[in-house]
């Protein structure tokens, strides 16, 4: 266990395809304060038996190991409550669309700087949602014109053309000002309709709001069982 100053370290599992990657990041994170491997898996049955017998704040998951999201669904039935946050080594939207459907808190590529992982363990462990930019900005691409679910209502609540043309640029990983610029707002009446769609989606962040916009988005996709295609 590492040390740490105020409060217990994140307990986490790494469950990856590759041995040396998984081997590598269990040091990374040894290295660190603030974090205890409590396993390196190379399979979903060796993570689910850990999980069985110790608490567990959040997983790391492989897209490999799990391409269809059994691991979540397992994992989630047999009692787990803790977070999921995925390791992809490539970006790919079928996946990504059911990762967060299954309700993996975030996707993070593998390509990253190590300190950009450590950070969004964090952010994944203390309740936001890490949506690695590139991801978002695939589903944005391949499935807003495909599923006009995702500009049309938020939760069930119906969308005036002010608040969709926002909530779009918020997904596509537009600052409120370059949002402003493309629909002709200031923005000062950007950010009141951001308020308006926090409240629609009861939500206090852009990143929580980013995941049920997307999660809308994507239901069909995962129902249908179609697929988007990949982009390395």
């Known amino acids: 266990m590492n040390d740490t100053t105020d409060e217990r370290p994140i307990r986490l599992i790494i469950l990856d395809s ?16 603030g974090f205890e491997v409590a396993g390196e898996c190379g399979t979903s049955a060796e ?17 490999d190991v799990s391409p269809n999201g059994d691991f979540i669904s397992a994992a989630r039935a ?8 995925i390791i992809a080594g490539s970006l790919d939207a079928r996946k990504s669309a059911l990762a967060l459907k299954l309700g993996a808190s975030g996707i993070f590529l593998k390509s990253e700087a190590p300190d950009r992982l450590l950070h969004a363990i964090r952010q994944v462990w ?6 690695d930019p590139k991801v978002v900005q695939l589903l944005a691409d391949e499935l807003v014109d495909r599923y006009p679910k995702l500009d049309g209502n938020l939760h069930g609540a119906p ?22 610029e493309k629909i002709g707002l200031s923005e000062s009446s950007v950010k009141n309709v951001v ?6 989606a009861g939500v206090k962040t852009r990143s929580q709001l980013v995941r049920i916009a997307l999660e809308g988005s994507v239901a069909e996709t995962v129902k249908n069982g179609e697929t988007v295609q990949s982009h390395d």
Do not use: C
């Not at 689910?48 to 492989?62: E, K, V, W």
């Not at 047999?78 to 946050?85: E, I, K, M, S, T």
């Open 18 to 33: 590759l041995s040396l990657f998984r081997a590598s990041l269990g040091r990374l994170l040894a290295s660190q304060p």
């Open 47 to 63: 993570a689910l038996a850990i999980l069985a017998h110790t608490p567990i704040d959040l997983i790391l998951l492989d897209f």
């Open 78 to 85: 047999a009692g787990y409550q803790g977070r999921v946050l």
């Open 126 to 131: 203390e309740g936001e949602v890490w949506i």
């Open 159 to 180: 969308l005036d053309e002010r608040e969709r043309q926002v909530l779009t640029g918020i997904v596509g990983g537009m600052s409120n000002r370059k949002i402003g």
């Open 195 to 200: 308020q308006r769609l926090f409240s629609k």
